[in-house]
C-alpha cells in the first residue's frame, strides 16, 4: 500500500498549491499557512473518505488536524483497519 503521507501531500500539491515552486514537506502549515481553507479541507476529508474507505467524524475534522500532512496522515490512521 502507498504511503498514505505521500498520497496527502501529492494530493495537496496538485490540488491547492499555486506556485509550482512552493516547497510543502510533510510538516508545512496547510491551513493555518493559508494553503488550505476551510472548503479545501472539506473536500480534502471527502477525498481521503473515499480513497481509503473510511468515515471521519465531523468533530475530529478540526482544523488543528488538517493543519500538515503528517497530522492528518495520524488522523487517518485512526480509522484505516
Excluded: W
Aim: hydrophobic content about 35%; aromatic content about 10%; charged content about 35%.
Amino acid at each position: 500500500m502507498e504511503d498514505i503521507r505521500d498520497i496527502v501531500l501529492e494530493y495537496v500539491i496538485e490540488e491547492y498549491l499555486e506556485d509550482e515552486d512552493e516547497e510543502l514537506t510533510y510538516n508545512t502549515p496547510l491551513i493555518s499557512g493559508g494553503i488550505v481553507d476551510s472548503f479545501s479541507m472539506v473536500s480534502l476529508k471527502r477525498f481521503l473518505e473515499t480513497k481509503y474507505k473510511i468515515s471521519i467524524p465531523d468533530e475530529k475534522a478540526s482544523p488543528e488536524a488538517f493543519d500538515t500532512v503528517n497530522s492528518i496522515t495520524e488522523l487517518v490512521k485512526e480509522y484505516v483497519k
